[in-house]
Structure formats: C-alpha cells, structure tokens
C-alpha cells in the first residue's frame, strides 16, 4: 500500500526546492537535487497536496544500508502524520529489499525530528561536534537494525 505516497523523479525538481527552501536555511541546491532524483541508489519519496508537495523524504539503499538524507514536511501540513507515511513506506520498501540498518545524522535542537526518530525506534549511537555548516551545531547519529522485527502493521496501530 502506498498510502499517497509517490515516488518523485526529476520533473518534480522544482517542487523539492521550494519546499526545501521554506524547511531549511541551508538547503539543497537543483544540481543536488537533480543528481540524487537520477541515481538508482537514491530514492525520493513524496506526498501531494493537488499540485503542491506537501512532504518528501530522499534517503539511499547501498548494499544491506538505508541511510535517511533528507525529510521535511510543509509547515501548513506538520502535525498531520506526513512524515510518519513517509517514513512507513520506506521503511516498507528497505524490508522488502532485505535492508538490515539504517542511519541518519540530526541536529540536536531538532525536537520535531528527534522525536519522530526515536518513535520509529532509533537509537543513538554517536555525536559529531560542530557537524553542520549553518550553524556549526552537533549533529547526534542515530541507527535502526532492522531485525529489530520492524513491523508496518503494529507501528500505525501504536501511532
Ligand atoms: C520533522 C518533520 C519532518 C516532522 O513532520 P510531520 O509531518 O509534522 O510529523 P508527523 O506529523 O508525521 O509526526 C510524527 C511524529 O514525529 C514527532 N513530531 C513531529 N513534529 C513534532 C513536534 N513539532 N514536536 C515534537 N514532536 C514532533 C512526534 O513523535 C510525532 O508523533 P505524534 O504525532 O504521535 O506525537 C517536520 O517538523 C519538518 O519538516 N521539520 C523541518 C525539516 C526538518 O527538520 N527535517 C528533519 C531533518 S533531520
């Protein structure tokens, strides 16, 4: 089940810049953008609002590795279970590929995304000081192992 969830390609460029924009002071440029929506070991998965993008979240599938690069949600639509769709269905996908962990790196101040993480079950394994260009801020490291026993269907029950 997709649940809303599309895949994004690189009509869709345009579209992740301005969200990227309204969600981040240091964001994205096209050309990133564009190398990572052309690249099989990417993906970038999207939800619309009509013609609007309301959320998307890019992450890579190299060997038995996901690791999240990006996620954001449009201001307008936080608090509504954007992410967490997200974030399902690619967790659905890393499953069916056999995927054993996942990493990400976050700022410390993120609250919002701190707490989506560690709902989905990721722990912390690590701290990089003065990680980010922006604001020279720590970046924690968070892993997920899959043989956890991930499990679509009990996560939306307990959500
Ligand atoms: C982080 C972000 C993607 C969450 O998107 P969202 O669609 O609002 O999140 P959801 O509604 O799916 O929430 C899922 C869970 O995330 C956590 N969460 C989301 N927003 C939160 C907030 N403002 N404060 C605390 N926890 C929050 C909660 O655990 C929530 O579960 P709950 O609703 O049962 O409490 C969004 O706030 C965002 O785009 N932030 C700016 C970009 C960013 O920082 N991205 C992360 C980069 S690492």
């Known amino acids: 089940m ?5 895949q994004l390609g690189v009509p869709d ?4 810049i301005d969200l990227e924009k309204l969600c981040f002071a240091y964001h994205w440029t096209q050309e990133q953008f564009i190398l990572v929506l052309e ?3 990417f993906r970038t998965l999207g939800i619309m609002n009509g013609e609007q993008l309301a959320g998307y979240i890019t992450f890579s599938l190299i060997e038995d590795e996901m690791e999240i690069l990006n996620i954001a949600v ?13 974030l399902d269905r690619a967790f659905e996908i890393c499953i069916k590929k056999g995927i054993a962990k996942s ?57």
């Open 13 to 16: 460029v345009q579209g992740l």
């Open 103 to 159: 990493f990400l790196d976050v700022k410390k101040s993120n609250t919002a995304a701190l707490n989506l993480y560690q709902k989905y079950g990721y722990k912390q394994i690590g701290v990089r000081k003065n990680y980010y260009p922006d604001t020279k801020e720590d970046a924690l490291l968070f892993r997920y192992d899959f043989e956890q026993g991930y499990d679509c269907n009990l996560l939306k029950v307990a959500k």
């Open 39 to 41: 690249k099989s070991v």
């Open 74 to 86: 449009h201001p307008d639509f936080r608090r509504k279970g954007i992410a967490a769709r997200l």
């Open 2 to 6: 997709n649940n809303g969830v599309v």
